[in-house]
């Protein structure tokens, strides 16, 4: 463990990102502390530039709502959601994949056939379809990204379950009697969990990007102030005050680049060390 | 310490033959990492028209590097040309542009390698491929380029070429790929043709063929040629000189049949003793063990080296060994060895 | 091979045809039957909709609805329907617009069609350009911007880049326009009318390249220094080709096949991603269409929508499959 994080602390941009998605969460971690009160309030005179009025150093909105205010809980928001959504995602599709992978057969076939259609409907447009169908609301939301993002972990789990299952240390586990969910939960699945990391990482990334294009739409969640919300209803003042879509945007990017970073050091931290653990 | 017979009798002065134009001549040659540790160190031989200089040694030894260095094609960074020249057709290819390296390759000097299926396109047919070489270094185009393809894998024996040509690679046999590189290498009309393992990864029975054909090749078009390889059998029968690599530098080289049938350097007897053939030359009788029965290994790249760079598994070394490296000397006409107690059997 | 194997044995190309061709029937069927599942698991139902949108709220009128709809039907037999509907190439009907769902689809796919097609050709060509920029001058300051800039792109919200580059270009600059795919009553002609078009075009397919772009330039240039590194390419430089042809040649020429691949993978991602692409451009193709519908409603229309991608996807994949297997030749059909 302390080998992997020696390793990933080489890699500066990693190191950076991590650092920055700290940042990102101590700030949505310490919303109500910085910015008690409700984000939709519309306590500030609108349209204020950033750096007009130092009480509002991001600025006001078309109705006066206070932007640092809608950043700090924007950011609770989507962090929420992208890492419920990845966790959620990347349990069920190590469930599904190992079992898969596991037992082969017609479960692999039946499963496998079910992660290929989830992934041939377009992703954003399945999305869609689920938050407009069941009503946009935090549950739906992770829902939709959970249906578009197992598929992925899924192939990635069987496709490592296949190869471990064939392993030296699993036949010796089977022939001294181990139950079959006991060789899943112990033997094949912690040698799965590097790759599986990885793509939890990349998942809570484009989570983020799903919601924020949901709440763009106005699909997010009518109760909270996500970003893509944010840069919505700045879309109106694009001509005059084109901060108030602006900023929101560059707090996404910067979000999910850092995530971006931070599983890129993963990948490249875990590699060399799978390689070794896999001999 | 196996007792060193006295030298055989000296083997019969060869008549002095009048040796083809010389084609090649490396001088001094020096190639290391940066400004440092040396790969390959002053290492001189001569290509002759029509004959084939084979360089022998472990791997490790520099061989595979010195051939690349023909060619402008080392691995540079790090490996680089310290010291020396390469004199051909009047130019000095140590000091040669990328320019300059772009004719000469293909043209002058052509290079095959050793594994014929990764060393070709796996998407492009092979006519395709050998087809531009041809269009390369002659101009020619269209039907009198597809000819000239046909002609070139007759050439080289290449059988039913016509339908050959339109093949993938992967299609083909090892010893079928091998001689279409051999083809393209030809379609530039080389003078040189440096080989760099070329039968090691095919079978033995196809290895004697791909050798006689570069026999022909020799023989027709007065092609000179720099063999790689630890394969003694094979060198034994097509070399005229061999030159024997340890360590980055040449420890004995002359004439195939003096430096094969006499071998001066502890480390050459060790590796014909090695031979699968038995083992029956007059090594035996001078029980020089084999050089696997020596045991250690040669010294790796991070090595620091003072003195001969056998010595640490020479069974005839002294501390005059350890001290100095031995400088290649002169056993006799056409026989020249980098040993100071070779002189001391004699 | 005898006369009698030829007679009962499909050349190995055709049979190889016939396996994709099947998966990818079963993945129709898998398709569908999701998209059947999402419409059913739906709270309330087309009816309801409709109902609520007469404002009649009269029992025997929605009972009336839903026979005549077969929604009082049990699940089986209406998947066996709605099966049987697809069968006959009828995707439902839309009572917003008054129209088959097939029909609207129809009109709008050209739109989206276009812009597709040419984010596409940009994103591979930058693709191809910057990747083997980078390959080439590996870990200088060039290879270095490139990977930032890709990186940059691919965490970038593509809504959000749509509306950056309208700030810029529509209204800071005013070079290009900042909606719409054509002039509304310009009556422009011939070339007029293609620049017109050319001139809209930009900015969306711009966008929705973006994303794409900077995957494909890490996946080509990470292909770039796989091929780089193998034998045939020093059997290529000992010939005396000229660096360029070397790269441009014999290298692009092997790493290009992994693109092939990916490109076809991302189809669904694009038409994703045209949802929001169109949406802030306006530009009417299907995207937009589903946004619509979401807005309204139109549910039928949303769902055959969905349906209608998913096998449009599952035809580019098993064509993208079929033009591997073509340009690749170690690809032994067998």
Not at chain 3, 176 to 201: K, N
Request: charged fraction near 15%; glycine fraction near 10%; charge should be positive.
């Amino acid at each position: 463990m302390s080998a992997l994080w020696r390793q990933f602390r080489r890699n500066r941009p990693a190191l950076a990102g991590l650092t920055i998605l700290a940042l990102v969460v101590a700030l949505g971690v310490g919303a109500p502390l910085i910015r008690p009160g409700d984000p939709w309030a519309e306590i500030a005179q609108p349209d204020l530039w950033p750096g007009e009025d130092w009480r509002f150093p991001f600025g006001s909105d078309v109705l006066g709502r206070d932007l640092l205010s809608g950043l700090l809980h924007g950011a609770r928001v989507s962090l929420v959601i992208g890492f419920s959504a990845a966790l959620v995602a990347g349990s069920l599709g190590t469930l599904t994949g190992s079992l898969a992978g596991f037992y082969g057969g017609w479960l692999d076939d039946a499963l496998m056939r079910l992660a290929e259609s989830f992934q041939t409907i377009p992703a954003f447009l399945m999305a869609i379809v689920i938050v407009a169908l069941f009503s946009p609301s935090p549950l739906t939301i992770v829902l939709s990204i959970v249906a578009v993002s197992w598929p992925g972990v899924a192939r990635l789990v069987r496709a490592e379950t296949l190869r471990l299952r064939a392993a030296d240390f699993v036949l010796a586990c089977r022939s001294f009697g181990m139950g079959d969910a006991r060789i899943i939960l112990t033997q094949i699945l912690p040698n799965c969990l590097a790759p599986v990391i990885v793509t939890i990482s990349v998942m809570v990334a484009s989570g983020i990007l799903i919601e924020a294009g949901l709440s763009f739409l106005g699909l997010g969640d009518p109760s909270q102030l996500s970003w893509g919300t944010m840069i919505a209803i700045g879309r109106g003042s694009l001509r005059s005050a084109w901060y108030m879509s602006a900023i929101p945007g560059l707090a996404i990017l910067l979000t999910v680049m850092a995530i971006n970073l931070i599983g890129d050091g993963l990948n490249d931290a875990l590699n060399p060390y799978l390689r070794d653990r896999s001999k | 310490m196996p007792v060193l017979a006295a030298a055989a009798p000296l083997y019969r002065e060869p008549a002095p033959a009048v040796l083809p134009e010389a084609v090649l001549t490396v001088e001094d040659l020096t190639l290391g990492l940066g400004s440092g540790r040396k790969l390959v160190d002053t290492v001189s031989f001569t290509l002759r028209r029509g004959r084939l200089l084979a360089l022998v040694g472990e791997s490790g030894s520099g061989k595979s590097l010195t051939a690349l260095s023909l060619l402008g094609l080392l691995p540079d960074p790090p490996v680089r040309i310290q010291s020396g020249a390469i004199r051909f057709a009047g130019q000095d290819l140590a000091t040669l542009d990328p320019a300059g390296w772009r004719r000469i390759r293909g043209a002058g000097i052509a290079m095959i390698f050793q594994e014929p299926l990764s060393a070709l396109n796996p998407v492009m047919t092979i006519g395709r491929q050998i087809g531009e070489a041809v269009r390369l270094h002659t101009g020619l185009t269209g039907r009198p380029a597809e000819k000239r393809v046909l002609e070139l894998l007759d050439l080289v024996r290449m059988p039913d070429a016509a339908r050959r040509a339109r093949d993938y690679p992967h299609r083909l046999s090892g010893g079928m790929r091998q001689r279409v590189l051999i083809a393209m290498a030809m379609a530039g009309r080389p003078k040189i043709l440096i080989a760099d393992e070329p039968t090691t990864a095919l079978d033995v029975t196809v290895q004697a063929d791909i050798l006689d054909t570069i026999a022909d090749l020799r023989a027709e078009f007065g092609l000179a040629v720099l063999l790689i390889s630890h394969d003694l059998g094979l060198v034994a029968d097509h070399a005229d000189e061999v030159a024997v690599m340890y360590a980055g530098r040449i420890v004995e080289q002359g004439r195939s049949d003096m430096v094969l049938d006499w071998p001066a350097h502890p480390y050459t007897r060790g590796l014909l003793g090695a031979r699968p053939t038995g083992g029956q030359g007059p090594l035996r009788q001078r029980g020089w063990p084999r050089l696997a029965e020596i045991g250690g290994q040669a010294p790796g790249a991070d090595a620091v080296l003072s003195g001969c760079s056998f010595a640490p598994r020479c069974l005839a070394a002294t501390a005059a060994c350890r001290s100095a490296q031995p400088d290649l000397r002169e056993l006799a006409r056409g026989h020249r060895v980098a040993c100071i107690r070779v002189g001391a059997f004699e | 091979m005898s006369a009698i194997a030829i007679g009962f044995r499909l050349p190995p190309y055709a049979r190889f045809l016939a396996r994709r061709i099947g998966q990818s029937l079963a993945l129709v069927f898998c398709t569908v039957l999701i998209t059947f599942t999402v419409i059913n698991l739906a709270p309330g139902d087309m009816v309801d909709v409709m109902a609520g949108e007469a404002g009649a709220a009269d029992a025997g009128y929605i009972a009336l609805l839903r026979q005549r709809y077969g929604l009082d039907q049990p699940v089986p037999v209406r998947l066996l329907h709605y099966v049987e509907q697809l069968g006959h190439f009828d995707f439902g009907y839309s009572f917003r617009h008054n129209k088959p769902v097939l029909q609207l689809i129809g009109e709008r796919l050209g739109a989206t069609a276009l812009l597709m097609g040419s984010s596409t050709i940009l994103a591979i060509t930058g693709a191809v350009l910057l990747g083997i920029m980078a390959a080439r001058r590996l870990n200088t300051a060039t290879d270095g911007i490139i990977s930032v800039l890709a990186l940059l792109a691919y965490a970038t919200p593509v809504f959000w880049v749509g509306l950056m580059l309208i700030l810029v270009f529509s209204v800071k600059l005013r070079w290009l326009p900042s909606g719409g795919m054509e002039t509304l009553f310009s009556g422009l002609t011939g070339p007029a009318r293609f620049g017109d078009l050319a001139a809209h075009l930009v900015l969306p397919a711009i966008t929705l390249a973006l994303f794409h772009l900077a995957l494909y330039t890490r996946l080509l240039r990470a292909s770039m220094l796989e091929v780089l590194r193998q034998d045939f390419i020093r059997t290529a430089r000992a010939k005396g080709l000229p660096e360029r042809i070397v790269v441009g040649r014999h290298a692009l020429g092997n790493a290009l096949l992994p693109l092939v691949t990916m490109v076809g993978m991302q189809l669904g991602a694009a038409l994703g991603g045209s949802v929001v692409v169109e949406s802030v451009f306006a530009w009417p193709g299907l995207g937009r269409l589903a946004f619509d519908a979401v807005g309204e409603r139109d549910l039928n229309l949303l769902v055959g929508i969905v349906l209608f991608s998913g096998l449009l996807v599952i035809t580019v994949n098993l064509l993208v499959d079929l033009l591997y297997s073509w340009l690749d030749p170690r690809i032994e059909t067998q």
